[in-house]
């Protein structure tokens, strides 16, 4: 398994447009391609205006063909096409487990949050 996350830094102000565009346009669209979102976090202290969200795939190559079929799909790219402005940089990474801490099925249950800093895996299903 590898995991991935993004982290978004965004235009001061604007993290709940860039939520709600998320949550209404992007997030069903990215759950059909993509792998396990294992979270979708924003900070608290430290740099603000981040978000930081966690995706889970089997592998490399799984991500890569999942992404492929993404970008074909003309309502991902209208809804980047909205959340683009509020993006003021991007930090991508990949993650592999160390082979003594791979995570469990049970260990990736859902999440809930009075914030709402995750959105539950269930969103996804």
């Not at 003021?88 to 800093?117: D, K, Y």
Request: proline share 6%; net charge positive; hydrophobic share 40%.
């Amino acid at each position: 398994m590898v995991v991935k996350p993004r982290t978004y830094d965004l235009v001061p102000g604007k993290v709940a447009v860039f939520l709600e565009r998320y949550e209404h346009k992007g997030l069903q669209v990215q759950c059909k391609y993509l792998g396990m979102l294992l979270g979708y976090y924003l900070t608290e202290f430290g740099t603000l205006n981040r978000i930081i969200h966690l995706l889970a795939y089997a592998n490399l190559e799984d991500r890569n063909r999942r992404r492929q079929a993404l970008f074909t799909d003309e309502r991902w790219l209208k809804y980047l096409e909205g959340v683009m402005p509020l993006i003021v940089r991007q930090q991508p990474e990949l993650l592999t487990s160390a082979r003594f801490a791979t995570p469990s099925p049970a260990r990736l249950a859902p999440v809930r949050s009075e914030r709402r800093v995750m959105i539950p895996l269930e969103r996804c299903a």
